[in-house]
């Protein structure tokens, strides 16, 4: 399969295409209990595994996915941020749609990196490919993720909360919160 080259930059980090060198550090991260408390479960390493694979295709297919962040004085890999096309047994109520999201190990919490490298992909999708709208969720509890997608701009949307169609409707983090952000908003704020 042909990699993809892109590769963005922000004043620290680079968001580039994934390495087979990134499977253990990912592997170690999706089994964080803590990092994965916001999501169904830990990933086994077979899991994080298909799931770079899957990101890898979708790279190919799409010209972009979640992708690696690290910083770049070190090459320390720090996680994934990027822009996905969701593709879920069921459709999402808001389809279609490109989302935005991310998923550090701890110790890279706290510093920015999610957001440095978020401002970085909404300029690519809005000025690189044309988006005219990106997306965000998350449950309710996962407040910092929508901290950081109130950072970056993005704006609650409460009329689009949702149960999430790959968990079933009294699963504990079946419902979502819905966020915005559209080019004409993202170009207001970048001029």
């Known amino acids: 399969m042909p990699e993809a080259s892109f590769l963005l930059e922000t004043d620290r980090l680079l968001l580039r295409p994934w390495k087979d060198e990134d499977l253990d ?5 999706c089994a964080d209990p803590e990092v994965m408390r916001f999501f169904p479960e830990v990933l086994t390493r077979e899991k994080s595994d298909l799931l770079v ?3 890898r295709e979708k790279t190919v297919k799409d010209g972009f996915s979640m992708a690696p962040i690290e910083i770049k004085e070190t090459g320390e890999f720090l996680g994934f941020v990027g822009l996905n096309v969701p593709s879920y047994a069921a459709p999402l109520p808001f389809e279609p ?5 991310w998923r550090l190990k701890r110790t890279a919490w706290g510093k920015g990196y999610a957001g440095e490298a978020a401002r970085e992909w909404l300029r690519f999708g809005f000025e690189t490919i044309g988006l005219e709208e990106i997306v965000a969720f998350t449950i309710p509890d996962n ?6 997608m109130e950072k970056i701009g993005m704006t609650r949307d409460r009329d689009g909360d949702f149960l999430h169609p790959s968990l079933p409707a009294d699963h ?8 915005r952000l ?5 170009m207001s704020r970048t001029t």
Do not use: M, N
């Open 182 to 186: 559209t080019k004409s908003d993202w």
């Open 25 to 29: 550090p990912f592997a170690r991260l």
């Open 143 to 148: 407040l910092p993720s929508q901290r950081v």
């Open 53 to 55: 694979a899957r990101c």
């Open 97 to 101: 749609c490109v989302e935005i999201g």
């Open 172 to 179: 504990p983090i079946a419902k979502h919160v819905l966020y």
